[in-house]
């Protein structure tokens, strides 16, 4: 084969990979993704069985410990509203977990509840960098 | 002091603009006075932003609350290493952090080819001094560090407690030199294009600084991962949350780049490659500075909502706007000397890896981004660490087979008998790992993490082969002993064998990662005391809850609540104890209600037994709502009611109550031993990643070490190059002597 047939032939695969792989990488990532919900999204419009990406603050004093293994129940509510969600959770909570702090967390819904996926819960972090001062 | 500091960013700001001008002139103007004006000024505001750091970094240690920082982000309770290191726990301090890395950095580069690429300095300048003028400017206009309160307070807030760990002193430090020193290679990258001057001078000059910005931005991720193993994530290391990711993705492209490099070092080819990657670089590194403060994307790092947004994306879009302008217009002049001779040779091996390191970074891209890209389509999704690790697993594994086969292949066309020669040895022990690991058992299920075990096997043989060969050849010449032939070998050829050490670095840190990820036991429990429970290999038994207060001049630092474990054997046979904490912070020194030692951020102290096998860690969270709070709550109720009655007159008495009350509460606490929460983690060869890590390092220090006789064969290469330029008049149509014909196969 000369080469500059050669040189098309492997562009031509080469392309076709980048294509087949770009194409494999959209499709997985659709498939494995999750819609970020707010409460007021998912109290109104959640599907029994999907997975949702749910954010949103802590309602003030809903932390409860289910005692045993169970794990913890609170309440999830808008950043700037007080439509809230229950949700169930098991697993590793971090240490600025608490009332009225932002979460991000995966859920599924299961009767009237949303469980959470174990160990998704993230809280934010809420000094550094911020731009109000802290209380002094 | 505070006038000082914001007068030296003013001036720092006038400097580098200044800088951005000369630059520019000294360049049009084939002028060389006014490069050198321009170069001074860039070491000018390397001067004015050290004092600028130094007043706030005073300030920090002087416990000066009449700055606003000072006050939001240190205490006097805050030791005194912390304080030091909470200049940069705020936006501005991090900001004038990395802006004072950047000038250090640039006056370095400047400095060292003061005399070398007349063409390519001039513009080199002016972008370094232009990014500084970007962040100055920020400084200046936008988030002054030097911000001074009208009536300062006696106390200031104090260090957000999460960031109270050692890694806080270096991990901030490493990833912003990291990023600076990206830019540098970046500014080279420019001034070649806008001189057409695209040979490898430039990549030469900024080579090292490429390497460095490379060491230092992995170091920083690593000391993260090691932050968050130890303290922050709750036993784990790598979160894919979007600022790990974006500190990730120039050192992926940056890893792409120093080998890539090498192909246009010696073979002048892939220039447009070249130019492409370290730009791309370059700003991946500006992004991930901004990803960490624009608050865009949901992040465990969260910066509040931040007015930096608009300047930053600016920035960014004007950057790639710039290189691929460049790039494109400058097409004619990167083409490449030569052609790629076989699939099967070191040069492609190189671009294979290059591939999948950019593979990696666009997939890591597109996942952190996917957010950002499917809300511009309608409804904002996510991927989470699953979908992270079904895709980078495959290119992880490909690129450390890469890294296996590179160092033994030949360049140009490998022969049968080359591949014979040199993969005989590393292929059977890769197999001799397989067959025992299936042999063993308990690995075979977990097809990924055997793979890695035996690529890893592969890379790390054919190192060793590497360095046998090597050292055989020399003692053959020099007749010296092992130990000496082995450190001959390795000064001569510092980057071939600096790599080289990298390469089984990184072998060894997936190895653990793999093991680590494949066949970890995690749990949470809730144990009361006498209870035991079942992780891995051991057993855990909760003895019981532990408590104390810490104190600093006087005052409460925070209480330290935690639990004491016994970490057993099968059979019962205590091998351990650990004592976990919890560490609670007073939110109002000197003193506040009880119940507010508990509104703040807690710590966990976690505790491990680490060993080169397997860790076994523990952290607590001690059962704050049920016993805790109700019991912290009637004591404010009684300290309010004395000071209602007039038992608790004066301040001190309050205090004196206040602190008897906190004592109270502690010993109630040990004596209930109440049930807590666990997290125990059993995760086998954790300490690898570490280990590996730490080769890594030292690899990278060996391969960036100047070597004495190069050094020296540079500066007559240079002074041959200035000859022969004055010899043939001022054309320029001498051809001068590339650095990578003088220092030979280096």
């Given amino acids: ?136 | 002091m505070a006038t000082l500091g914001r007068a030296c960013l003013i001036l720092a700001l006038g400097v580098a603009l200044y800088g951005i001008g000369a630059g520019i002139a000294a360049w049009r103007l084939q002028r060389r006075d006014v490069a050198n004006s321009a170069r001074r000024a860039v070491y000018a505001m390397a001067l004015l932003l050290t004092i600028a750091m130094v007043i706030l970094e005073v300030a920090f240690l002087r416990d000066d609350f009449s700055y606003a920082l000072v006050t939001s982000h240190s205490s006097t309770t805050t030791p005194l290493f912390y304080k030091a290191a909470a200049v940069w726990s705020s936006q501005e301090g991090s900001l004038l952090l990395w802006v004072w890395l950047l000038a250090l950095w640039s006056s370095l580069v400047l400095f060292l080819t003061r005399n070398r690429m007349r063409d390519v300095t001039p513009i080199a300048t002016a972008v370094l001094a232009g990014f500084a003028t970007f962040f100055t400017s920020l400084l200046v206009f936008s988030v002054s560090p030097f911000e001074i309160l009208g009536s300062p307070p006696v106390e200031g807030g104090g260090l957000n407690p999460l960031l109270r760990h050692p890694s806080m002193m270096i991990h901030p430090p490493m990833l912003y030199s990291g990023y600076t020193l990206f830019t540098v290679p970046f500014a080279f990258a420019i001034g070649a294009l806008v001189a057409r001057r695209v040979d490898a001078e430039w990549i030469v000059a900024t080579r090292r600084f490429a390497l460095g910005a490379w060491l230092f931005l992995g170091i920083g991720i690593i000391l993260g991962a090691r932050w968050s193993y130890a303290e922050l994530g709750w036993g784990g290391y790598w979160a894919w949350d979007p600022v790990e990711n974006a500190s990730l993705l120039p050192w992926l492209t940056g890893t792409a780049f120093i080998h890539s490099i090498m192909i246009q070092e010696k073979r002048g080819m892939l220039k447009v490659w070249n130019v492409s990657l370290v730009l791309t670089t370059g700003i991946l590194a500006i992004l991930g500075t901004f990803l960490v403060r624009s608050g865009i994307l949901d992040s465990i790092h969260a910066f509040g909502a931040s007015t930096l947004g608009v300047p930053f994306v600016i920035l960014i879009v004007g950057l790639i706007v710039l290189s691929v302008g460049l790039v494109a217009s400058r097409l004619d002049v990167l083409r490449s000397e030569h052609r790629l001779d076989s699939l099967a040779s070191r040069e492609a091996v190189f671009l294979f890896n290059n591939l999948v390191l950019v593979a990696l970074a666009f997939v890591v891209f597109f996942g952190t981004f996917f957010p950002l890209i499917t809300e511009a389509m309608g409804n904002r999704r996510n991927v989470g660490p699953p979908w992270f690790n079904q895709v980078t697993v495959p290119l992880a594994l490909a690129l450390v087979g890469l890294a296996g086969i590179a160092p033994l292949i030949a360049w140009r066309k490998a022969t049968r008998a080359n591949l014979r020669h040199s993969f005989t040895i590393p292929v059977a022990s890769a197999l001799t790992v397989l067959v025992v690991l299936v042999a063993v058992g308990g690995v075979a299920h977990k097809p990924k993490a055997l793979a890695m075990f035996v690529i890893a096997a592969f890379l790390i043989t054919g190192v060793a082969q590497e360095f046998w060969r090597g050292t055989r050849a020399r003692k053959a010449m020099s007749k010296d002993a092992w130990p000496v032939a082995v450190v001959s070998l390795v000064r001569r050829n510092r980057r071939r064998y600096g790599g080289y050490l990298v390469h089984v670095g990184i072998a060894t840190l997936f190895v653990g990662v793999a093991a680590s990820s494949a066949f970890q036991h995690a749990r949470d429990v809730q144990m009361k005391p006498g209870d035991v429970t079942k992780i891995g290999a051991h057993q855990i038994r909760y003895v019981k809850s532990t408590g104390r207060i810490d104190n600093k001049d006087g005052r409460i630092e925070r209480i330290v609540l935690g639990a004491q474990l016994q970490v057993l054997d099968k059979r019962g046979k205590v091998l351990h104890t650990l004592n976990p904490t919890r560490g609670f912070y007073p939110q109002n020194a000197p003193f506040a209600p009880v119940s507010a030692m508990f509104d703040g951020e807690p710590t966990s102290e976690v505790r491990m037994v680490a060993g080169l096998r397997r860790d076994v860690w523990t952290a607590v969270a001690p059962d704050i709502n049920s016993v805790l709070l109700p019991t912290a709550k009637r004591y404010d109720a009684a300290l309010r009611k004395g000071i209602a009655d007039g038992q608790l007159k004066t301040t001190e008495e309050q205090v004196l109550a206040f602190r008897a009350l906190l004592g109270k509460l502690v010993e109630g606490y040990v004596e209930a031993t109440p049930p807590a929460n666990f997290r125990l983690i059993d995760s086998p060869l954790v300490a690898w990643i570490w280990i590996g890590g730490i080769i890594v390092f030292l690899g990278g220090l060996i391969a960036m070490w100047p070597a004495p006789d190069a050094a020296r064969r540079r500066a007559s290469a240079g002074y041959a190059a200035r000859v022969a330029l004055e010899l043939a008049g001022t054309d320029g149509k001498v051809e001068r002597p590339t650095l990578e014909q003088e220092l030979g196969r280096v």
């Avoid at chain 1, 991000?104 to 731009?131: H, M, N, Q, W």
């Fill in chain 1, 1 to 136: 084969m000369d080469p500059a047939r050669k040189r098309t032939v492997r562009l031509v695969v080469a392309l076709s990979a980048a294509v087949l792989l770009a194409g494999a990488l959209v499709y997985t990532s659709f498939s494995a993704s999750s819609e970020a919900k707010s409460p007021s999204e998912l109290a109104t419009s959640a599907k029994a069985g999907e997975r949702y990406q749910l954010t949103g603050k802590v309602v003030d004093k809903s932390i409860q410990q289910l005692g045993g293994d169970g794990g913890i129940e609170f309440r999830v509510r808008d950043r700037d509203g007080s439509t809230s969600v229950p949700v169930r959770y098991k697993g590793s909570v971090p240490d600025p977990f608490r009332d009225g702090r932002e979460i991000i967390i995966t859920v599924s819904k299961k009767g009237a509840d949303f469980v959470g996926e174990r160990d998704s819960l993230i809280t934010k972090c809420p000094s550094k960098f911020s731009d109000k001062p802290q209380a002094v």
